[in-house]
């Protein structure tokens, strides 16, 4: 299912990487930049639907004052007032589900970078991190030297990443020459596919492959990727205070919701050492830029303009069946 998603983005993933030098980090913010301006229109639409729903409110009042008790009619009748309005009751929530998606793509894409960026095929890949597994359970020391975990299947893509990264001719030595010819050829191939790629996973010495761990002594067991959560909540959080205070001084009796502003910060928090770095990245380029482009958005189409908006249009049209009234009895008069 998702590998209709995951192919054409890791094309796209791999194609930027290549104008940036293999850079994966560089290919995350461009390709974050150009999905956000792709989905500018949404994001108008977005802020036009919200607004609608605003302007319509005091009907939709009226509606529930007379038909509160009848649920079936109430809906009838806000379908119906929606219809004439010209509001979409979903307008507002299909930006939220196509970032939510990507950022699923995107988690998947970066668990599973040599399939969907290298091209590697799938069955090679099964068939070398299923003998992995099966050697490493019965011999710990291989494990620990090949720093590979059986339990934790989704992140074995990442385990084969680091290995061919640092030292490709270290599989034959941990397990041995009669074992590594079970998988020689598919492991060569992966290699080849990987090396050919040339994607680097490294933003300023934090291996974006690696998946923070936290520690409560936080000083002395400092890592540097734990840049990234930190980074991820900083950024979610600028973001929800910007889009509240602009709220604010678009709709100064809107309520602040501080436990909100709260709650995607800390949820960013989560997914920062929860998730392998790649995905904390995208988290934090996706909250800067998104934001920065919602709050423009906001400020251009805020309520007030878009009311006034609407108001003009609605005079405008009053005005001008006027003046085709007055024209009407001029002609009759003569």
Not at 52 to 65: C, G, N, T, V, Y
Not at 74 to 90: D, H, I, N, P, R
Request: hydrophobic letters at 40%; charged letters at 25%.
């Amino acid at each position: 299912m998702f590998d209709i998603i995951n192919k054409p983005l890791g094309f796209i993933m791999k194609f930027l990487a290549e104008l940036f030098g293999g850079n994966f980090a560089a290919s995350v913010f461009a390709f974050t930049l150009i999905i956000n301006l792709i989905m500018l229109p949404l994001s108008i639409k977005s802020q036009k639907s919200s607004v609608s729903q605003m302007r319509i409110k005091p009907k939709l009042d009226e509606l529930k004052k007379r038909y509160g008790d009848d649920r079936r009619r109430m809906a009838q009748e806000q379908q119906k007032l929606y219809q004439e309005e010209g509001v979409s009751m979903s307008g507002g929530c299909l930006p939220m589900i196509v970032r939510m998606v990507l950022l699923f793509s995107i988690y998947y894409l970066i668990l599973s970078p040599i399939t969907y960026m290298a091209g590697a095929n799938k069955d090679d890949i099964k068939t070398v991190t299923s003998e992995f597994n099966s050697y490493c359970e019965k011999h710990e020391d291989a494990a620990k030297e090949l720093s590979w975990d059986v339990k934790k299947t989704r992140n074995q893509e990442l385990y084969l990443v680091a290995i061919i990264r640092d030292d490709p001719g270290k599989v034959e030595e941990v397990i041995g020459s009669e074992e590594y010819e079970k998988i020689k050829e598919p492991y060569e191939n992966i290699v080849k596919k990987y090396e050919d790629s040339g994607i680097s996973f490294n933003l300023f010495g934090i291996d974006l492959i690696q998946t923070p761990k936290f520690s409560v002594d936080f000083f002395n067991k400092w890592q540097p990727i734990w840049l990234l959560p930190i980074c991820a909540f900083l950024a979610q959080m600028l973001t929800s205070i910007v889009s509240m205070r602009i709220n604010k001084r678009i709709n100064p009796d809107a309520p602040t919701m501080a436990g909100l502003m709260l709650t995607m910060p800390i949820i960013s928090l989560i997914i920062g050492f929860s998730f392998p770095g790649g995905v904390c990245f995208y988290w934090i380029c996706s909250s800067l830029i998104g934001g920065a482009i919602q709050s423009g958005v906001q400020l251009l189409y805020g309520p007030h303009k878009l009311l006034a908006r609407e108001r003009v249009k609605e005079l405008t049209k009053v005005c001008d069946f006027e003046a085709g009234q007055r024209r009407k009895l001029e002609t009759e008069k003569e």
